[in-house]
């Protein structure tokens, strides 16, 4: 695994991930749409984090691998990442029901890693607990 660093990161709700949402949350469909980073260019090639690789985000309260995508248009300083349960997994839990709704930022360590993206299946896992 590379060396995290910390990136803020702005919460999003996109189109198709609402249609693929429809569908089913545990479709390959909806995970290819949710669980997701967009990268500055710069931001990437400073983290060693290359297009369409696996890259692990932490918080105090929980990590997760998603798919890094490099974005066209520059903005250094700032990961853009779906609102699901990839990054509900990164909130605070004080954010509460409906949390996610309400908390669009937040900071969190970023690197590139050897992983396969996280499923929701095992999101579930950790909501239910031991």
């Excluded at 660093?5 to 429809?22: D, K, M, N, P, S």
């Excluded at 690789?53 to 520059?74: C, H, I, Q, R």
């Amino acid at each position: 695994m590379g060396e995290m660093e910390e990136l803020l990161i702005v919460t999003y709700r996109g189109i198709f991930q609402e249609v693929e949402e429809a569908l089913g949350i545990y479709s390959d469909s909806y995970r290819e749409e949710s669980a997701l980073l967009f990268l500055d260019r710069g931001d990437a090639l400073g983290r060693k984090i290359q297009a369409d690789s696996p890259v692990l985000l932490e918080t105090a309260t929980g990590k997760v691998v998603v798919v890094a995508k490099v974005s066209e248009e520059p903005h250094p300083g700032i990961g853009f990442m779906p609102r699901s349960p990839w990054s509900a997994q990164l909130l605070p839990a004080e954010a509460g029901e409906g949390g996610l709704l309400q908390m669009k930022r937040f900071q969190a360590r970023v690197g590139p890693v050897g992983e396969a993206v996280t499923t929701i299946e095992e999101i579930g896992e950790r909501i239910r607990g031991p």
